[in-house]
């Protein structure tokens, strides 16, 4: 089949490899000049496992292409796929400027019969809107061509994304013409091939199925953080906790690990624009307000932590003199994405207290410089950026990071503090190496030794 997929962005870029894999011609636009040569040359803009092999191999099979040529590309393909930002506005409502943006170069460009979807997260009514804008421009061509436009929410996890892709929990297709939903099945049909796990349904309720689903998944961290804080006020560990409720089938172990809050580009960015919508349709969503609110309140835990444990009475320059390594930078790990991540959150508090902060992460070194510049330390080494340090934070739980060489931790840290914000480590083990470890609502278990 013949696609052209507007947006060389994360979701563009995976649904492009993922389709090509699969037999079809893609062709891939976007308006950056510079993301396309790179492209074209094989340089891959985001780091996303697995994904610049695909790229690369379809690319060098003649089934996978980058253009700037949008004409071209909307001519040229049957199924044209819109999976561009829609970052959130200052009221939290998603920008849907870049969307309406290529429907109305779709409406100029057609020749032809076209099936529209949009695969970039939008709110409910959106699809109105991309016909809307569509059919305005064929008026003014004075032509009179068809076409239909679908809703395909994506549901890729960062770190994940090609496996989600090639073998999903679920792909829904939101359209209204039998046809149109036919041509969807046919597209997606080497993906089902174990099990069909494609669900059709009408137009807004899909449109509304990617954030009530994001919704639900933030709703539980924030749940979750929430009981991590009580557990220890209360005198109780979280991670029984966790085991006692996970083991009901009805709820599960999923997304209710404790940690210093959700980051990323579709959780905040999807639960504000809920609210949102709510508001338009005048209804309060306390619900999602409060989820939102925690999760504020959960990236400040961490940093509070450190200060308690090694700040002075000064409390506006509480770290002034002390030296913080930092373990981890991108929201989660197996990406390279920092936005809305807790770890500008932590930071940017350690800094204004006056420490010195030193970090390390796999893969998100490049993106913290355009966070913080010369403001803090980097390194590729995770040992080296210990040397000399009054503690050590976990703040993203990369593989590198769970079982490290406790040893060399032990020889390097000026002082022996971890504040582990992900709680990687067996507290009995860390009280056996004279750490004073310190994670998340675990009470009790902050154990003897830190500064010597």
């Not at 939102?292 to 961490?302: A, D, H, P, Y």
């Amino acid at each position: 089949m013949k696609i052209c997929i507007f947006g060389a962005g994360y979701v563009g870029l995976v649904a492009a490899a993922c389709f090509a894999e699969s037999g079809n011609s893609v062709i891939t636009v976007d308006i950056d000049k510079k993301r396309i040569e790179d492209l074209k040359q094989g340089i891959i803009p985001i780091y996303e496992p697995g994904l610049k092999e695909m790229i690369l191999r379809n690319q060098g099979e003649g089934r996978l292409s980058f253009t700037l040529d949008m004409e071209e590309a909307v001519k040229a393909s049957l199924v044209c796929f819109i999976a561009v930002g829609t970052p959130p506005g200052e009221d939290g409502s998603a920008d849907l400027k870049y969307v309406l943006g290529v429907a109305r170069n779709i409406g100029r460009a057609m020749n032809g019969f076209k099936i529209i979807v949009d695969k970039s997260t939008v709110p409910v009514g959106t699809a109105d809107k991309v016909r809307a804008a569509v059919q305005e421009e064929l008026a003014a061509r004075g032509v009179n061509l068809e076409f239909d436009v679908v809703s395909n929410p994506e549901f890729l996890k960062e770190g994940a994304a090609i496996d989600d892709f090639m073998k999903p929990d679920r792909v829904v297709i939101g359209c209204d013409n039998v046809r149109t939903a036919e041509i969807m099945k046919e597209l997606y049909d080497p993906f089902m091939r174990k099990q069909n796990r494609m669900i059709i349904m009408d137009v807004r309720s899909a449109e509304m199925t990617k954030y009530a689903a994001n919704a639900m998944l933030a709703t539980r961290i924030s749940f979750m953080n929430q009981i991590a804080n009580l557990c220890e006020l209360m005198g109780a560990d979280v991670m029984s906790v966790r085991e006692g409720i996970g083991s009901d089938s009805r709820i599960g172990y999923d997304f209710l690990f404790p940690g210093p809050g959700y980051g990323g580009s579709c959780f905040p960015k999807d639960v504000k624009a809920l609210i949102k919508t709510a508001e338009e349709s005048k209804y309060d969503f306390l619900l999602l307000k409060a989820v939102e609110e925690v999760n504020e309140l959960q990236k400040e835990v961490v940093a509070g932590k450190l200060i308690k444990l090694l700040g002075s009475a000064d409390e506006e320059k509480a770290l002034t003199g002390r030296i913080v390594a930092c373990w981890g930078l991108s929201f989660k790990p197996r990406t390279d994405d920092m936005r809305e991540a807790p770890a500008i959150t932590i930071i940017e508090r350690l800094l204004s207290s006056g420490a010195t902060v030193r970090v390390h992460d796999p893969e998100a070194l490049k993106e913290a410089r355009n966070y913080f510049g010369d403001r803090i330390e980097y390194s590729s080494s995770q040992y080296d950026i210990l040397d000399g340090a009054d503690a050590l934070a976990i703040i993203t739980d990369w593989n590198e990071y769970r079982n490290p060489d406790f040893d060399r931790i032990k020889t390097s840290l000026k002082n022996l503090n971890i504040v582990d914000g992900r709680n990687l480590y067996k507290p009995d083990r860390m009280a056996a190496a004279g750490f004073k470890y310190v994670p998340l609502g675990r009470a009790g278990v902050s154990v003897s030794g830190g500064e010597e």
